[in-house]
């Protein structure tokens, strides 16, 4: 039991204490090496309390120590034996966000026959697997993330035959197809939900997080969207009060209760019984909440933008959901799972997805889409260092049973390219850097949809061209903060999630965007996606499966090798300044494979990567 007389190095041994301490340490500029220092190690956390007390507040302590003591379990990185071959390692994955994807019938809404009219596309470019973004039923107040009916399938998009074809048509071109998975809410429309509000001694009262057994709100949680986490309603002329981590149309499953696993598990079957391969989990590692709903602490609430989170981020009976769902829903299908898990640091991570454990097969961790310190509202330019060492980190201590996911985009987020430079003349160039990095490490590739096309940022003018609920919160909280409306809409627009959400160029001509809203496709950029896939694939021993160790990285460039039954010097400047190109690769027998200026040249260009493979005898 880790208590105020516990060592620091114990605490860190914890490995939630890990991921929260080193989080800490790198937002404030720190290695953490500090806590591997023995002197520092030896210090008890009590003696820390009296010196950053005041700062943290007692209640950081308290909260600190209740989430390490509830992971009693160790997953260590492992370094030996082989990998295990799965076809999701070896697949490069394409996220298709269906309302803006490709519209067929010019209502300026994406819709699956536009999927399908782009499925030869997908595979031209090398795609193995799509996740398709929510097609549900919806009132469509998240896009899709607040589901009114999970076995029906939203009008705008199509119908469930359509979707039939869409997935036979998928594994016709030997691709594989994943769904979005979005059980830690329903919408407050749907018919669960509705139940719940008309008849209280339903058994649907129970589905939900409500309470009328006070008049104030329940707790201080607030929402990922701005706001309190509870919707207000009257009964009896009393205060009802339901639970909503995300919009007040998307309220908390109460997933203590096991008849709501029960029907969530029914439903994932239902998908995969059609042949749907699997699922990406939509905020998955918030679905155990703690008992009792207490307050949530105010520093941890200032740090990481939802006070309350530590409740519920990584709650007491996580692993043992996640351990049912794959057990009772994905396994005798054989499905994949990719979790999506905010918050998470690599050793909460291993504990999710280590082979040996049965939950998920992969997460996605979002810790290298923010340089440290910096928050996504926020206009300020990404350090391509951090992203390095972010690489470095995972590359080399996730260990051989787990499996990394590779991306830099998705509907949640501003563009990388945009993030690492607004001048849209070395747009380009950090596009085919960044596809280099991505298809040469060890992990699984998963593309937004436009990403080989080289989209940058849009030119919104205005609120009025924001739909997101999320930035509407932000522009919102920012107005009562005290901002004025054009520093409000300066700050949203920064890093509003609208960003991944216009509709793609395929014919700049069409579309129901005015002209600076609609971008040119780099084609050559879709191109060098295109060979870098080809590569990876003819060389997957070595691309995919391969070892990694890094050569340089000293700053403004990375050079690492992968070796499996071949080996790839790989050479990146990752800075916007002429670099000097590793050189030892010369005089071994390498030969260049790529470069993204396609000229072998002593120097490296700004942001140039190149791809060296030794020759075999
Ligand atoms: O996003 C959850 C989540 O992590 C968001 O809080 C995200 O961090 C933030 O929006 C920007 O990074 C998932 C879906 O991807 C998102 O589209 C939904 O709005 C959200 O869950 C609720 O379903
Ligand atoms: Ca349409």
Known sequence: ???????????????????????????????????????????????????????????????????????????????????????????????????SFCDSNGDGVGDLRGIISKLDYLKDLGVDALWLSPIYDSPQDDNGYDIRDYRKICEEFGSLEEFRELLSEVHNREMHLIMDLVVNHTSDEHEWFQTALSEPNSKYRKYYYFRNDTDVIPNNWTSFFSGPAWNEYEENDKRLWALHSFSKKQMDLNWTNPEVREDVIDMIRWWLAMGVDGFRMDVINLISKRDGLPDGDSTIGEMMGVRGIENYFYGPKLHEYLRQIQSEAFAPYNAFSVGETPGL?????????????????????????????????????????????????????????CWMSLFYNNHDNPKMISKISTDQSEASAIGRMLAVLQFTSRGTPFLFQGDEMGLVNSEFRSMDEITDV???????????????????????LAGTREHGRVLLPWNPSLGVHPERLRQRVDKKLTEIYQDLIFLRKEYRDSLVYGTFQVLRDKKGVFTYERVGTERFVVDINLSNREQKSFEPKKQEAFELVFSTTGMATEKLAPYEAQIWMEVQE
């Open 1 to 99: 039991m880790l208590t105020y007389n516990s060592t620091l190095s114990e605490l860190y041994n914890n490995p939630i204490g890990r991921d929260i301490m080193d989080k800490l340490l790198l937002s404030m500029g720190m290695s953490s090496r500090l806590l591997t220092n023995p002197i520092i190690g030896r210090r008890k956390l009590k003696t820390v309390r009296k010196l950053v007390g005041k700062k943290l507040g007692d209640g950081f302590f308290e909260a600190f120590l209740e989430l390490l003591n509830t992971e009693q379990d160790r997953v260590s990185p492992r370094e030996d034996g082989e990998i295990t071959r799965a076809w999701w390692k070896e697949a490069v994955f394409y996220q298709i966000y269906p309302r």
């Open 345 to 401: 640091g690599m050793n909460m991570c291993r504990l999710v997805t280590d082979e040996t454990r049965k939950e998920l097969d992969m997460v996605f961790n979002f810790d290298h889409l923010e340089s440290p310190g910096h928050t996504r509202f926020e206009d300020y330019r990404y350090d391509t260092e951090y992203l390095k060492k972010y690489m470095i980190d995972w590359q080399s201590h996730y260990g051989k049973g």
């Open 470 to 492: 999320e930035s509407k919160g932000e522009y919102r909280k920012l107005l009562e903060a005290g901002k004025t409306e054009d520093e409000a809409f300066a700050i949203v």
